[in-house]
């Protein structure tokens, strides 16, 4: 498909198609669907092009330098600075995704390390389950503290 120019576009139906564009995506509700999306809009090398972004904000985000981050991700240093300067002077999306990001990763981490908790016999995790009712309260918590996003419950 060709190339389309915004500003040869009517402003205000730029801003229309833009927010049927922006209402879609915010209507998906899972993963398996956001992801069935971008991969009928979005060919393979556009979709690595935009996570590698995204990665490449996480990484400076947390501190790495432009040298650690162009070794990890074979990328370079052009791109680095392009993301570094959105992720400055932008409108604070990058900040906000890496925010929620870190925190969805965090959850499952820790929900990673209940579960391998859960399998050795004898950890406290598997006492738990196994007499359910002498741990009500820790069980009635641990519910409640790791219950994912809705739109990750599916």
């Given at each position: 498909?060709?190339?389309?120019k915004?500003?040869n ?8 198609i833009?927010?049927?564009?922006w ?41 790495l330098g432009y040298?650690?981050?162009?070794k990890?991700?074979h ?15 932008g409108?604070?999306g ?11 990763l ?5 929900l990673e ?24 309260l820790f ?10 996003p809705?739109?990750?419950?599916k």
């Amino acid at each position: 498909m060709p190339r389309a120019k915004p500003q040869n576009t009517p402003f205000k139906e730029r801003q229309e198609i833009l927010k049927e564009f922006w209402t879609t995506i915010a209507l998906l509700e899972s993963v398996d669907e956001i992801k069935n999306f971008f991969k009928d809009l979005l060919s393979e090398s556009e979709t690595f092009m935009l996570a590698r972004r995204l990665k490449i904000a996480r990484l400076i985000y947390s501190g790495l330098g432009y040298d650690e981050i162009e070794k990890k991700l074979h990328t370079s240093p052009t791109t680095i600075a392009s993301v570094h300067a959105w992720l400055d002077g932008g409108f604070g999306g990058y900040i906000d995704a890496i925010t929620k990001l870190r925190k969805e990763l965090g959850r499952q981490a820790a929900l990673e390390e209940k579960l391998e908790k859960a399998r050795d016999p004898l950890s406290f995790e598997s006492l738990k389950r196994k007499y359910p009712l002498h741990f009500l309260l820790f069980n009635a918590a641990d519910e409640i503290k790791y219950r994912p996003p809705k739109r990750l419950r599916k």
